[in-house]
């Protein structure tokens, strides 16, 4: 009986020693997530210190990505892995770790700058931002189980002169709705105006003004919203990696 203990923990420990050195690419080819759209120019290390350069996810470049493994941050109860990115979109990090079949993401933080028509199609050309801190996420195949986290965008603010309105940048938070990970914000402008937006990381998302002054409502229903009940609604969905307003 001692023997076979003494086998199944050496194999154990050859098991653990070999995943652990092996080559990042190895372990990310087979993980599954080519086939949900990722890919990169170059991957280097092991799972416990690496870096994947030109990262980029459904033709979208991300930037670089590199990941630090720390014991310390297990025995404190942390994911163990330090992950910071950096790209042409801004840069964050966050502590991440497999936890069964998903994984799990703690204190994480980001600052991104991108172009408002990446939103929708109605919306000018000018670059807008979003920030996120204190986000935790767990996932597993299934999709988003739980998320929390502080969400701040000037995206409004910045187009809302197109629509003849000053509208103010919009707080908010994360969290999971049917298996995805949703961002969902609002606000109040200085003429009255109250705003609520909800977008999914898939593309899906539904913005709503009410209490807006009648000298903004021609603007907004050219720009493709509709007036339901005194509510001016947009609705963006996306079918089979489509915008369809």
């Not at 087979?30 to 290390?45: D, K």
Request: glycine share 12%.
């Amino acid at each position: 009986m001692r023997k076979i203990l003494l086998l199944s923990i050496f194999i154990g420990v050859l098991v653990l020693t070999l995943v652990a050195s092996a080559p990042l690419s190895f372990i990310l080819k087979r993980s599954g997530i080519v086939q949900q759209g990722v890919s990169w120019q170059q991957a280097r290390g092991t799972i416990w210190h690496g870096q994947v350069t030109g990262l980029s996810v459904r033709g979208d470049a991300i930037g670089a990505v590199q990941g630090d493994f720390s014991l310390l941050r297990m025995v404190q109860g942390q994911p163990g892995h330090l992950i910071r990115w950096s790209g042409p979109q801004g840069q964050g990090s966050a502590l991440a770790a497999m936890s069964g079949p998903g994984i799990k993401v703690r204190k994480g933080r980001a600052a991104m700058t991108f172009d408002a028509t990446r939103i929708s199609s109605v919306f000018p050309a000018q670059d807008v931002s979003l920030r996120l801190s204190n986000v935790s996420i767990d996932a597993t195949s299934k999709g988003c189980q739980s998320a929390s986290g502080d969400v701040r965008t000037d995206a409004l603010s910045t187009i809302s002169a197109v629509y003849g309105a000053n509208w103010p940048e919009l707080d908010g938070s994360l969290s999971c709705v049917d298996g995805e990970l949703v961002v969902s914000v609002e606000g109040r402008a200085a003429d009255g105006t109250r705003i609520a937006a909800k977008s999914s990381l898939q593309g899906n998302g539904r913005l709503e003004l009410w209490d807006v002054p009648d000298s903004q409502t021609n603007a907004l229903l050219l720009a493709g919203f509709t007036n339901e009940a005194g509510r001016f609604v947009y609705m963006q969905r996306v079918s089979n990696g489509e915008s369809v307003q």
